[in-house]
């Protein structure tokens, strides 16, 4: 399996309060995903990285951030919770220098924003 | 509508049931996943094919590009197969994949 680690795993917070979740990989992987889970949504994309320092935008991706400043962590943070954002979320990695890359998903994080 | 559509969205089963779950498309695509996801746990990536069967012990998935559909299958359904299954694909030029719905599959003994 690959080395993929999610903190916090779970985490509640309140209307108005910034948040940071942290991906950890030990793959040396270069692309790191953020995903979110939603009843009726399924799988949607946030943010990924292709690079340290090098990120794009997903197709949900208004109220969130992310950093990455050493190829092991990927941040997502949103900086200022909405209730909306109660979800679960997922980091996932992509093995392969290639145009396809499977991807290997972390454990996930729910975030409860009261 | 959505780019990737599964069916059926829901499936309840007898131990040891053949098992089908269609994947269907919209987009061109590089290749296509499959993940199984089982209830509070994490997601299990399955199979990615671009073309052809892939076949890793009672699964089997395969992809028709032509017609934009993918099936995957399970042999001698078991209990601890129940779970979502979801299909995911690479569309063509992007770095990202575009989920399906996913199927929750629930096998009784």
């Known amino acids: 399996d690959a080395g993929i680690t999610q903190s916090p795993r779970h985490k509640v917070t309140e209307t108005g309060t910034p948040v940071t979740l942290r991906c950890h990989q030990t793959?040396?992987?270069?692309?790191m995903y953020w995903y979110r889970q939603d009843p009726g949504h399924g799988l949607r994309l946030i943010h990924y990285?292709?690079?340290?320092?090098?990120?794009d935008k997903g197709e949900v991706s208004d109220g969130y951030s992310v950093s990455r400043s050493k190829t092991e962590d990927f941040l997502l943070t949103l900086e200022s919770a909405t209730s909306s954002q109660t979800s679960v979320y997922f980091c996932?990695?992509?093995?392969?220098?290639?145009?396809?890359?499977?991807?290997?998903f972390g454990p996930g994080t729910r975030l409860t924003v009261l | 509508k959505n780019e990737v559509e599964q069916s059926p969205q829901n499936l309840t089963a007898q131990e040891g049931e053949f098992i089908t779950i269609n994947c269907s498309y919209s987009?061109?695509?590089?290749?296509l996943h499959w993940l199984q996801q089982h209830p509070g746990g994490g997601i299990v990536s399955l199979f990615m094919?671009?073309?052809g069967k892939k076949k890793h012990g009672r699964l089997i998935a395969t992809i028709n590009i032509q017609e934009k559909h993918s099936s995957l299958h399970i042999t001698a359904s078991h209990p601890r197969d129940s779970a979502v299954y979801i299909c995911?694909?690479?569309?063509?030029?992007?770095?990202?994949?575009?989920f399906g719905q996913g199927t929750r599959l629930t096998i009784n003994p």
């Open positions: 996932a990695i992509s093995q392969r220098e290639q145009s396809y890359n499977e991807q290997f």
């Open positions: 793959e040396n992987h270069r692309y």
């Open positions: 990285s292709y690079g340290v320092k090098d990120t």
């Open positions: 995911a694909v690479y569309i063509q030029g992007a770095q990202k994949l575009v």
């Open positions: 987009v061109g695509i590089s290749a």
């Open positions: 094919l671009s073309s």
